[in-house]
C-alpha cells in the first residue's frame, strides 16, 4: 500500500517555463488537494477535487492548474513558472467523511529562478 | 490576522522531559481540531483528531486537549525521546474539506 505518492521530490525550473507535479493515491480515496508550503506559513490550499471530473480552487489557485480524470490521480500544472512559486508542494487525499485522516505525500521541492 | 496560531514557534527541550504546545484559533464554527507530526523533508502525519465537543484525544504519549470556550487547544508530550523532534501543526476543519493550518511550532529534542 503505497498511499499518496508524489513526483518529482525536487526540481529546479527557470522563469517561464512550464512543468507538471504528479500525484497518486491507492486508497480510492475521494476527496485530493493540493498545497504549498512556505517558511512561517502554515500549508495553503491550491486546488482541490471532491471526486474524478470534479475540481475547484483553493485560497492561492492562481498560476495553478489540475484535473482528475481518475479517481487515483491528480496531476498539478505550473503553466509559466515564477520565482514565488518556489516551495515545497504537497498532494493529500483523504474520504470524505468530516473526520476522516488526511493522508499527505511526502512533497515537492520546486526552485524557480 | 491568522486564524490559526501557535506558541511557541520553536521549543528545545532534553529528552525524557514532558512539553507542551499551544494552539490559539479564531475559527468559528468548526466540526474538527487536528494535530499533525511534520518529520524534516516529509509530509505531515495525522496525531490527533477531536471534533468541537471532545475536551481531549490521547495518542501513545501525545494527548491533545481543546478549550472551546477560549479557542485553544494544546499538544502535551510526555517523556520525549529524540524521534519526537519535529514540527507539529495544529489544522481546523471549517466544513467539508476546508482546513486552516497553523504556522507550527519547531520541536527540538537533545540527548
Known amino acids: 500500500n503505497a498511499g499518496v505518492t508524489q513526483t518529482p521530490k525536487f526540481q529546479v525550473l527557470k522563469t517561464g517555463q512550464s512543468m507538471t507535479l504528479q500525484c497518486a493515491q491507492d486508497?480510492?480515496?475521494?476527496?485530493m488537494s493540493w498545497y504549498r508550503q512556505d517558511p512561517g506559513m502554515g500549508l495553503r490550499l491550491i486546488h482541490y477535487?471532491?471526486?474524478?471530473?470534479?475540481?475547484d480552487q483553493g485560497e492561492v489557485p492562481n498560476g495553478y492548474n489540475v484535473s482528475r480524470s481518475t479517481t487515483e490521480d491528480f496531476p498539478l500544472r505550473l503553466l509559466s513558472a515564477a520565482p514565488s512559486q518556489t516551495s515545497v508542494y504537497f498532494c493529500?487525499?483523504?474520504?470524505?467523511?468530516?473526520?476522516?485522516?488526511?493522508?499527505f505525500g511526502e512533497g515537492s521541492w520546486l526552485t524557480v529562478v | 490576522k491568522n486564524q490559526v496560531e501557535q506558541s511557541p514557534q520553536s521549543l528545545i527541550i532534553l529528552e525524557g522531559k514532558n512539553c507542551t504546545l499551544q494552539?490559539?484559533?479564531?475559527?468559528?464554527?468548526?466540526?474538527?481540531l487536528r494535530w499533525y507530526k511534520q518529520d524534516t523533508g516529509r509530509g505531515p502525519v495525522s496525531l490527533t483528531i477531536m471534533t468541537f465537543s471532545e475536551n481531549t484525544k490521547s495518542n501513545g504519549r501525545y494527548t491533545a486537549t481543546l478549550d472551546a470556550d477560549t479557542k485553544q487547544s494544546s499538544l502535551h508530550i510526555t517523556a520525549s525521546q529524540l524521534s519526537d523532534s519535529a514540527s507539529y501543526i495544529c489544522?481546523?476543519?471549517?466544513?467539508?474539506?476546508?482546513?486552516?493550518f497553523g504556522p507550527g511550532t519547531r520541536l527540538s529534542v537533545l540527548p
Open positions: 493529500a487525499s483523504s474520504r470524505g467523511q468530516p473526520k476522516n485522516t488526511i493522508y
Open positions: 489544522v481546523l476543519s471549517r466544513y467539508g474539506q476546508n482546513f486552516v
Open positions: 477535487s471532491v471526486g474524478a471530473g470534479i475540481t
Open positions: 494552539c490559539n484559533y479564531t475559527v468559528s464554527p468548526f466540526s474538527n
Open positions: 486508497m480510492n480515496h475521494e476527496y
